[in-house]
């Protein structure tokens, strides 16, 4: 039998934390966590020593445009096999690769090499759940980095048709307000694809009709929504207040230290809590890459974007333009400055966004039964060990 005990360390299951303890691996699912010492039999096993650090469940990262240089819509295989190894090295273990407005083209390349993708990478990990689309049915008002050229209203000859299209869509994002939005919802439900509510200027009512309809996600939280508005003279709570107040919703933050500071993580969380809150890095090419100018979107069709000091943001600066963060570095900031326990961090990383994605069954979690998606670092956030399915998979030692 194929044996791995990770032991001494501080297991996050995410759940409860034992301070001294590991987690045995038979045949690439977990077969136990326990504290203490490892009291079964070691013949034949590999061992790990964690020295400390902390095991935890594998990052799921269910919003990424890129990494390492490459864009999931570069058209090319190599570039969903580099951003995929980049965001591995950093922890994550699960990927929801995701688009940007496009021509129609350029979406069903995605999705064609998206399967391929899917298929090649096999065993060396990480698990690609699957693609998300972002856009192109948003509110013009709220288009953020989104290429303006590409943003429509939704019709059902077209979404039904990218739909049937790929089995591999698992979630898109969308503006509930924009005609036919709400119909779509439900056709996405009824498919089982996760109906996300995103660069949007929706008021309070609107999102509850969204809800009524099947929204119970919300992409980047303040990025790219409405907040408080006015209108004639009245005071709308927008997407924002709607989501901070409404239980039935789950946000996503970029927790990257620039997107969202101190005093709004905080609120965030005061008013979601863990178990209501994803943690994203929806990074684009320059994640894991140095300050520069780099594309976002695919190199053909994107649009330059200046990455400096840590994030990126529209040559003009007016705007944030994805970020270059890793999953690690959000662990980091949840931590350090939200000041949030390393248990509560994981779990935004790990359980809740499996449970938005309909994976909680095998992943998110250490216990007995799950897959072996296990991420060893230390306590500044260095990732040193990855395993996905019980494979060790090649990690530089100490990945900022």
Excluded at 75 to 91: I, V
Excluded at 353 to 363: C, E, F, L, S, T
């Amino acid at each position: 039998m194929n044996r791995i005990i990770i032991e001494n360390g501080t297991v996050v299951t995410p759940f409860r934390t034992i301070d001294q303890g590991g987690v045995v691996i038979e045949e690439g699912v977990i077969s136990g966590v326990f504290a203490g010492g490892w009291n079964g039999p070691r013949d034949g096993a590999e061992v790990v020593d964690a020295k400390g650090q902390y095991i935890a469940p594998g990052f799921i990262d269910i919003h990424t445009h890129g990494a390492g240089g490459s864009d999931f819509m570069d058209g090319t295989l190599g570039a969903f096999q580099e951003a995929a190894k980049t965001h591995l090295q950093h922890g994550t273990t699960t990927l929801v690769p995701t688009t940007l407005t496009s021509t129609m083209a350029e979406l069903y390349s995605t999705l064609d090499l998206f399967a391929a993708a899917k298929e090649s990478m096999g065993a060396t990990g990480p698990n690609l759940h699957g693609i998300h689309l972002e856009g192109p049915y948003f509110s013009l008002e709220q288009k953020g980095a989104q290429d303006p050229r590409y943003i429509k209203d939704p019709t059902p000859a077209e979404y039904i048709e990218v739909l049937d299209y790929s089995s591999e869509i698992v979630r898109w994002t969308l503006a509930p307000e924009v005609p036919g939005a709400l119909a779509m919802g439900r056709e996405l439900r009824r498919r089982g694809v996760v109906p996300s509510i995103g660069h949007s200027n929706a008021v309070y009512e609107e999102v509850l009709d969204a809800l009524a309809n099947g929204f119970e996600l919300i992409t980047h939280l303040y990025s790219g929504m409405s907040g408080l508005i006015r209108i004639k003279g009245y005071r709308y709570a927008g997407v924002i207040e709607t989501a901070l107040l409404s239980d039935a919703l789950t946000v996503e933050i970029i927790a990257d230290g620039h997107h969202l500071p101190e005093s709004l993580l905080k609120l965030i969380y005061k008013c979601k809590g863990s178990d209501r809150i994803c943690l994203v890095t929806d990074s684009m090419r320059g994640a894991g890459m140095p300050d520069g100018t780099y594309r976002l979107g695919s190199l053909q069709d994107g649009q330059d974007v200046l990455v400096e000091e840590g994030v990126a943001k529209l040559p003009d600066r007016t705007a944030f333009a994805g970020s270059v963060a890793t999953a690690n570095r959000l662990l980091q900031t949840m931590v350090e400055t939200a000041g949030v326990s390393i248990q509560e961090a994981v779990v935004m990383l790990t359980a809740t966004p499996a449970r938005v994605m309909g994976i909680a069954d095998r992943k998110g979690a250490l216990a007995e039964g799950l897959d072996a998606d296990i991420v060893v670092f230390d306590r500044q956030f260095r990732v040193n060990r990855v395993f996905c399915g019980g494979k060790p998979l090649p990690c530089p030692s100490g990945a900022q």
